[in-house]
């Protein structure tokens, strides 16, 4: 019994033998004193926690395939926003924390998930198959909530009275609340068809075929596992802050590096579920979770890091700055206009990954 359960979750022992090895070596001197040891800690942890990020993957998908759609995908990225905001916090309360980590993490998740992820299923997906077909009532609802969340939380931000402030972001975590819930309403209930995409598949295969049948998965035990795992990634995040924070500060990088490293572990979960889907021709599965991916992140980590801030007595700039602005304007527009008709090919998904690059060049130049 004992090996079975260490065979099925192997990521999370693997998580929990590293947190137990860096919490023995954690006051040795050593580790401070040297660039090359934290450096090949920082890999260390970067693997356990992305190597722990499949196994939420793995249990979140039992869940998702057990219930259906759209419900599985609301497993997926709900799973995945935790993970976000215990990064984002770990960060916030490590030392002297930067007020823009919160900013600079929300945009570089933004960025990767509708220009990176999405750009490559899109490009890989369109020399595959050619066309993809999804709903477009999926995507219109998306992209308003995404675009109207953006503007009242990164972009009034830059605008508000300073004297108002503390009373907008009140407003700001109610307001994003509320439009989230109503958005899991609509979804579930009334519109749920919305999310679906009933069309013929080029791929006539099918993503579930590796998965036990419905009545031997047990929801209990993967949803206890599920929530161990994102409790062993938040354990590891914290050591894996302090190696960002000492190598961007001994390396000279710019401090929206740790933007860019948080936001990457962040999407891991979403980003393999999403690229299996893509390679079997469900174009529907890669905006459900891209999108609604992207629509957790805005909408849920915003107010969490307000409240976070507001109990630690610590101010956060959630504004973004010209750069950061033009490469969200530019990435939404294009993105609904990859969406107008229902059906993506090579060349969108070439532009938004071009988007992806010019993201990370703009980092460090």
């Given amino acids: 019994m004992v090996l079975k359960f260490f065979r099925k979750e192997l990521s999370f022992i693997i998580a929990v033998i590293c947190f137990s090895l860096l919490y023995v070596l954690g006051s040795s001197p050593i580790i401070k004193e040297s660039l090359a040891v934290e450096a090949i800690l920082f890999i260390l942890v970067f693997s356990v926690i992305i190597y722990a990020a499949l196994g939420v993957v793995h249990h979140a998908e039992l869940l998702a395939?057990?219930?259906?759609?759209?419900?599985?995908?609301?497993?997926?990225?709900?799973?995945?926003v935790t993970v976000e905001i215990i990064m984002i916090a770990t960060m916030m309360l490590h030392g002297d924390s930067d007020p823009h980590v919160a900013r600079d993490t929300?945009?570089?998740?933004?960025?990767?998930?509708?220009?990176?992820?999405?750009?490559?299923?899109?490009?890989?997906?369109?020399?595959?198959?050619?066309?993809?077909?999804?709903?477009l009532k999926s995507t219109n609802s998306f992209f308003s909530m995404i675009f109207g969340i953006v503007g009242i939380g990164l972009f009034l931000p830059l605008v508000i009275p300073v004297e108002n402030y503390a009373l907008y972001e009140t407003f700001l975590i109610i307001v994003c609340l509320l439009l989230y819930i109503f958005f899991l309403r609509m979804q579930s209930k009334e519109h749920n068809y919305y999310f679906k995409f009933e069309g013929p598949k080029k791929n006539l295969t099918t993503e579930h075929d590796h998965l036990p049948a419905k009545k031997d998965i047990s929801s209990v035990y993967h949803f206890i596992m599920l929530l161990a795992t994102i409790g062993a990634i938040s354990i590891l995040a914290e050591s894996?802050?302090?190696?960002?924070?000492d190598g961007i500060?001994?390396?000279?990088l710019p401090a929206a590096a740790a933007g860019l490293i948080i936001a990457i572990i962040i999407v891991s979960p979403e980003a393999l579920t999403a690229i299996r889907a893509g390679l079997h021709d469900d174009m529907q599965r890669v905006i459900n979770i891209s999108l609604g991916s992207m629509l957790s992140t805005v909408s849920l980590t915003i107010p969490a890091v307000l409240i976070i801030g507001l109990l630690i007595g610590q101010d956060l700039i959630l504004g973004l700055s010209p750069i950061q602005s033009s490469m969200v304007i530019i990435s939404l527009l294009v993105g609904i206009l990859t969406c107008k008709d229902g059906e993506s090919n090579a060349l969108q998904g070439f532009i938004h990954f071009i988007l992806f690059l010019t993201f990370v060049f703009l980092i460090f130049v």
Avoid: C, R, W
């Fill in 65 to 80: 395939y057990k219930f259906g759609e759209p419900y599985g995908t609301m497993i997926l990225t709900l799973s995945a």
């Fill in 106 to 135: 929300i945009f570089s998740t933004l960025m990767i998930l509708l220009n990176g992820l999405t750009g490559l299923i899109m490009l890989i997906g369109g020399i595959k198959y050619g066309e993809q077909k999804y709903n």
């Fill in 240 to 245: 894996l802050s302090v190696y960002v924070d």
């Fill in 249 to 252: 500060e001994k390396l000279h």
